[in-house]
């Protein structure tokens, strides 16, 4: 079993018993701001339930793992990534309102990269980032992605057309911490 550790945290793969938190991150309107309107419960649970089965470097569903406090167990937010080819990956993370702005997202991100460059065999990572989220691309600036571009009116949300900011990162450009 995937298992990163960091000073503060602990990220180990989705399981059953992590429904109630998922679904709480995933129904909260200021968690999901930027990444999708509200869903039906049912379009949630095929969600979560894409993300249960065993991953390996390649597999075609996410690598979701729920970031823990290391002291207490409590769950933080799912940091991971999916493949998109099979040397290139997209990382995504969501974190709850009371774990945000303390450094768990920079933390959790740096191992998510450091297993997905040295374990995962991942050439390049992505990222897409709704236009004017600002906390989540303060993040991946921090550590080592760069813009490379901005799609214009590429996702529709809250009933309005956004631009969309993609993100790169190269493993030879990663520095880790």
């Known amino acids: 079993m995937i298992e990163l550790r960091t000073p503060r945290l602990i ?15 995933q129904q909260d309107p200021e968690v999901m701001r930027y990444v999708a309107d509200e869903r039906p419960v049912a379009a949630l649970r095929d969600a979560f339930e894409s993300r249960l089965p065993e991953w390996s470097p390649g597999c075609a569903h996410w690598l979701c793992l729920v970031v823990r406090d ?19 990956a997209e990382v995504g993370f969501l974190f709850a309102p009371h774990a945000q702005g303390k450094g768990y997202g920079l933390e959790s991100l740096r191992a998510v990269c450091e297993f997905a ?37 590429s996702y529709y949300l809250a009933d309005v057309w956004c631009n969309d900011w993609l993100f790169g990162l190269l493993k030879r450009e990663y520095i880790g911490d």
């Not at 990220?11 to 991150?25: H, M, V």
């Not at 004017?132 to 490379?148: C, D, Q, T």
């Open 117 to 153: 460059f040295t374990q995962g065999k991942i050439r390049r990572l992505t990222a897409t980032v709704t236009a004017g989220n600002g906390a989540s691309r303060r993040l991946l600036e921090k550590v080592g992605f760069r813009i490379e571009g901005e799609l214009r009116e």
């Open 11 to 25: 990220c180990t793969p989705l399981r059953e018993q992590d429904w109630p938190f998922f679904l709480a991150l």
């Open 70 to 88: 290391q002291a207490t167990g409590t769950p933080l937010g799912l940091s991971g990534y999916i493949h998109r080819e099979d040397d290139c």
